[in-house]
T-cell receptor, first 115, second 118 residues
Framework: SQKIEQNSEALNIQEGKTATLTCNYT??????LQWYRQDPGRGPVFLLL?????KEKRKERLKVTFDTTLKQSLFHITASQPADSATYLC??????????????FGKGTSLLVTP | GAVVSQHPSRVICKSGTSVKIECRSL??????MFWYRQFPKQSLMLMAT?????????EQGVEKDKFLINHASLTLSTLTVTSAHPEDSSFYIC??????????????FGPGTRLTVL
């Protein structure tokens, strides 16, 4: 069965350091992968999308890599700040229009950035 | 742009009653909306895909007669939880898919609705 795995344990890092979150998947060939941020009691907020033919995507302090051979995506936040503390969700999507382009989400990794 | 709202944000109801949750795309037209459910410390689980003007497509294990979805316009989808029970208590989140390049595959999420069934 399809599986999306993210670090189950919370990631605690010091302000200013780079946070790296991992998303691994099995039995899946996604056309694209997305990262979302979710704060407690709120809906997810889109951060980045990377397609299967792309290796890396950047947006301000965020960087995402996508290795379809390893079936893994890494999500980096450089110069982290306490305001970056949240849960980060990895989501995989297909290009199958029959699915309505629905997303499958991982459980998310909780990030805590301390001053 | 691309804002999605949900109403209500929080609802408490008695067991056996029905609850309707609205999902609106405020500044764009959404031909496809999705409904998710999220239990504490769990991932978002897709319940159904809602296409404007047609019947919703439900995921395996989701009772279509219990979770009624209506997508009557390009900016509004509703989820009605019929005869709610305590086990239906959860965080319900909708999203709308962008239908313009380059955001064709991006989903814009609503703020969620916390349902508590007593």
């Amino acid at each position: 069965s399809q599986k999306i795995e993210q670090n189950s344990e919370a990631l605690n890092i010091q302000e200013g350091k780079t946070a790296t979150l991992t998303c691994n998947y099995t039995n899946y060939s996604p056309a694209y992968l997305q990262w979302y941020r979710q704060d407690p009691g709120r809906g997810p907020v889109f951060l980045l999308l990377i397609r299967e033919n792309e290796k890396e995507k950047r947006k301000e302090r965020l960087k995402v890599t996508f290795d379809t051979t390893l079936k893994q995506s890494l999500f980096h936040i450089t110069a982290s700040q306490p305001a970056d503390s949240a849960t980060y969700l990895c989501a995989l999507g297909s290009s199958d229009s029959n699915s309505g382009y629905a997303l499958n989400f991982g459980k998310g990794t909780s990030l805590l950035v301390t001053p | 742009g691309a804002v999605v709202s949900q109403h209500p944000s929080r609802v408490i109801c008695k067991s056996g009653t029905s609850v309707k949750i609205e999902c609106r795309s405020l500044d764009f037209q959404a031909t496809t909306m999705f409904w998710y459910r999220q239990f504490p410390k769990q991932s978002l689980m897709l319940m159904a895909t809602s296409n404007e003007g047609s019947k919703a497509t439900y995921e395996q294990g989701v009772e279509k007669d219990k979770f009624l979805i209506n997508h009557a316009s390009l900016t509004l989808s509703t989820l009605t939880v019929t005869s709610a029970h305590p086990e239906d208590s959860s965080f319900y989140i909708c999203s709308a898919r962008g239908n313009w390049e380059p955001l064709y595959n991006e989903q814009f999420f609503g703020p969620g609705t916390r349902l508590t069934v007593l």
